[in-house]
């Protein structure tokens, strides 16, 4: 058999290709926080089935500090304890109004039977969901940049910030749905 033929068939034949284990340990690392992350937002979206918006709240970023922390593992860094303690503090104060809006919003959905009671806990699910996705891609590009993202220009953080929320928005509802094999 020649060279070819053999190449042809380790392509044709999942059992005969290279074993992950050859995969760059970046790209390992990658792989396991991303699916942290997605471990992460799935909790956090069954957190939104919690009845009162403020245990919510206290909930996701109790969440968000334990994924912080597994982040830090992952990348072999030591857990930021200053940028956690800010973290918890900015999400508690900065959840103030959305916990205020969540419970004028609840009110006036309640009034539609059943129907208004659902999409309440489902936008609540979704944005608590994207939130735990968005600081975890931020945390994660923190590690990834040898910690050094987190230092940034304020503008740089918001944006990227901005950006993984919007893009956990779409996330969130599939990590919902049926594992595929």
């Known amino acids: 058999m020649n060279q070819d033929n053999t190449n042809a068939e380790m392509d044709n034949d999942p059992s005969l290709s290279p074993p992950v284990d050859d995969a760059p340990i970046s790209d390992k690392k990658k792989l396991l926080a991303d699916n942290t992350i997605k471990n992460y937002v799935i909790l956090a979206m069954g957190t939104g089935l919690i009845p009162s918006a403020l245990v919510d709240i206290v909930a996701i ?92 220009e304020n503008s740089v953080l918001k944006n990227y910030f901005q950006e993984k929320y919007q893009e956990g928005k779409k996330m969130a509802p599939g990590y919902a749905g049926p594992a595929t094999p």
């Open 61 to 152: 970023t109790a969440l968000e500090v334990k994924m912080i922390g597994d982040l830090a593992r992952v990348y072999d860094f030591p857990v930021p304890h200053r940028l956690v303690r800010y973290k918890v503090l900015i999400s508690l104060i900065g959840s103030i109004g959305p916990v205020y809006l969540s419970v004028k919003m609840h009110s006036a959905l309640k009034s539609v039977p059943l129907i208004g009671h659902a999409v309440y806990v489902g936008m609540l699910s979704i944005t608590g969901g994207a939130a735990m996705y968005a600081v975890g891609k931020v945390f994660q590009k923190h590690y990834e940049s040898g910690g050094t993202f987190l230092s940034s």
